[in-house]
């Protein structure tokens, strides 16, 4: 995305802060310096995105809602 397209946003997007550290199982995974976090967990990656990005998003409901003409959101 261009700057222009960002100022929409009202914030630039900033480079992630990337760091290759070695997991649990001795094997390499990017770490986010910035947010003192590994980016995904090698142990359950789909429990973490159930919990990460569809329930704290609401998106199976957001999800149906946009299935079903005339649904609040």
Do not use: H, I, K
């Not at 070695?22 to 159930?50: C, I, K, L």
Request: hydrophobic fraction near 30%; proline fraction near 7%; charge should be negative.
């Amino acid at each position: 995305m261009t700057d222009d397209r960002l100022a929409a946003f009202g914030e630039r997007l900033e480079p992630a802060e990337l760091d290759w550290r070695q997991d649990d199982a001795q094997q390499e995974a990017p770490f986010s310096t910035r947010y003192d976090d590994v980016y995904f967990s090698r142990d359950n990656g789909r429990e973490e995105t159930r919990f990460v990005f569809l329930d704290n998003n609401d998106l199976p409901r957001r999800f149906r809602a946009c299935a079903t003409p005339g649904a609040p959101s």
